[in-house]
């Protein structure tokens, strides 16, 4: 028996070697930009639904939220300039002081506030429009307070600053002050040894060190004489600086109220805000789902899982309502699927024409096209027999049988034999079944097969139950998948059990399939012997085509 889980390689003219590839080869499709745009087209509603309810959600914010208020305080400064530093730089590092921690805490204990310097200092801005200008904006719940706020700010902000410069003078000034002493020391040192040496005997090794000591003596005095200089000159020049720093820095404009924001124009914001927001949400949860989600879309994916080609792929399928008859089945894409299954149906010369369609994930969408195409048979005057096995018989159900047994239906004009077996017979016999002492199909059911030219049987398949009683009902399966609802092993299992049963499964349909999806489900494996089963190959109109092995080439020779 032909095991579909192995490709097999031709070692000599009767003798093959079996190798599992198809696990390996059995994952999803590449990721790329493709794929998102497919993913986010399908998902269109549920980000969409997320971007209003993020308009929602921002109108409201918007409405609940305080008016906030402004008031806006310009300063002209005369900033401190460091050599070789660039134009512009000074104002920006008088802009960073005043949006400092320093300056923020300051304002914020003169306004007596109880907030952190965090909070408060996101409560404001500063600009700076030119090199001498600049604007401190300061939101707050009233008018009275933003105004409050800004002159705080302002007054704090020229205070800091002011502090800052007489800081950096006194700091030069000690500095200074520091190498004037040091000089000093230096020349009263020098002095000290000059009238020592001098005391001494006169000789001439005492007359050459008096006269070096007399030179380093009025070095060291015009050393002190020029630092003294430089430190007045420091001196008398900081103070014209620093006083230009300080004195010419002034409130330019007292703090005042900004004209209040448009509540439309507020109403607009927040509802933009909130629709970037929502829809950024909702694309990004349908992108990271995609991405983590293990649920195979494409033909090509669903097809290494399966074991088998996808012949056949139809878009989102619209279900019927109608329960009482097969009204469920008439959409074009449902009479596509059947017109497949139609094709599918291999011939028998022992037994009926048969097929089982195996859902693998969703039963409705099979259960229609089922009864489709048992409609559409009936009609030409083919006996059918529809046997669903199928919790709940939704096929049975579609054409108004749902007890269990065999019954007689008449629906469209025509007569339909279905079967449904005992809910109680977890493996229910097929009339396909060879008999055997204990295994025997019910006497009705063989009966109404051995009476029929169709039989189409509907069956789920679990793994903890096995496939192998599916043989009772049919030589040969089509497995139906719906995109993105089935994981690869849960394909695979199906297949597996099919094959397991002692079935070929002909081809796989792909339900709800994307319509970027360019894949082929095309497999080079030897199961994909394009046709139901060598030989014979059902025809709906009564005839038969015979399909040669030369046209299988997939096909092994000692398969006949």
């Known amino acids: 028996m032909y095991d579909g889980d192995h490709l097999f390689e031709l070692l000599g003219t009767d003798e093959y070697t079996y190798v599992d590839d198809r696990a390996a080869d059995r994952g999803t499709g590449v990721t790329n930009l493709a794929f998102i745009k497919a993913t986010l087209r399908r998902r269109r509603r549920f980000w969409v639904t997320f971007a209003i309810v993020g308009i929602a959600a921002g109108l409201a914010i918007s409405m609940k939220a305080h008016p906030v208020y402004q008031a806006s305080t310009s300063l002209l400064l005369t900033p401190q300039a460091t050599p070789g530093e660039a134009s512009g730089t000074p104002i920006l590092n008088e802009q960073s002081i005043a949006e400092s921690r320093a300056v923020a805490g300051m304002a914020l204990a003169k306004l007596g506030l109880r907030e952190s310097v965090s909070t ?65 020391q230096q020349v009263k040192s020098i002095t000290a040894q000059v009238s020592q040496v001098a005391a001494e005997p006169t000789s001439t090794t005492q007359q050459a060190e008096l006269k070096n000591l007399q030179t380093q003596d009025n070095q060291a005095i015009g050393t002190l004489t020029a630092v003294q200089a430089a430190s007045n000159a420091n001196k008398a020049s900081s103070q014209i600086t620093s006083f230009g720093i300080v004195h010419d820095s002034v409130v330019l404009d007292p703090a005042g109220p900004l004209p ?26 349908v992108i990271v789902g995609a991405l983590v989600s293990d649920k195979l879309r494409q033909r090509d994916d669903v097809a290494r899982a399966l074991g088998a080609p996808v012949r056949l792929s139809v878009g989102a399928v619209q279900r019927g309502r109608g329960r009482g008859g097969p009204a469920a089945a008439e959409s074009m894409s449902f009479k596509r699927v059947a017109a497949y299954l139609d094709t599918a149906v291999p011939s028998s010369p022992h037994a009926p024409a048969n097929l089982a369609v195996v859902p693998v994930d969703d039963v409705q969408v099979p259960a229609a096209c089922l009864v489709s195409l048992a409609v559409s048979c009936a009609q030409r005057g083919l006996r059918v ?142 199961e994909d012997d394009g046709s139901a089963a060598a030989g014979d190959r059902w025809s709906s109109n009564g005839q038969a085509s015979f399909v040669t092995a030369d046209e299988n080439p997939g096909r092994r020779p000692s398969d006949g």
């Open 385 to 526: 027999v529809v046997a669903d096995l199928c919790d709940g018989a939704p096929a049975a159900r579609l054409l108004g049988a749902s007890d269990p047994g065999v019954q007689r239906v008449s629906t469209q004009g025509t007569d339909l034999t279905v079967i449904v077996p005992d809910p109680a017979d977890v493996v229910p016999v097929g009339p396909l079944q060879p008999s055997t002492g204990r295994i025997r199909a019910a006497e009705p059911v063989i009966a109404a097969s051995a009476s029929a030219d169709l039989l189409l049987t509907l069956a789920a398949l679990d793994p903890s139950v096995g496939g192998e009683h599916l043989a009772g009902w049919a030589h040969s399966a089509v497995a139906m998948v719906t995109a993105g609802e089935s994981t690869a092993a849960r394909i695979n299992a199906v297949g597996e059990m099919i094959r397991l049963a002692g079935m070929s499964v002909i081809s796989g349909v792909l339900v709800g399939a994307d319509k970027t999806d360019e894949s082929l489900g095309v497999l080079s494996t030897p």
């Open 120 to 184: 408060f200092q996101a409560t404001y801005t500063v600009t700076a429009p030119t090199d001498r200008v600049l604007v401190i904006t300061a939101n707050a719940p009233s008018t009275s307070e933003a105004v409050s706020r800004a002159n705080a700010l302002a007054t704090e902000f020229m205070q800091f600053r002011t502090n800052l410069v007489q800081a950096a003078q006194n700091l030069e000034a000690k500095s200074l002050q520091q190498q004037i002493s040091q000089a000093q």
């Open 260 to 285: 209040p924001h448009s509540r439309l124009k507020r109403l607009i914001e927040y509802a933009f805000i909130g629709f970037i927001a929502g829809l950024v949400l909702g694309m990004g949860i």
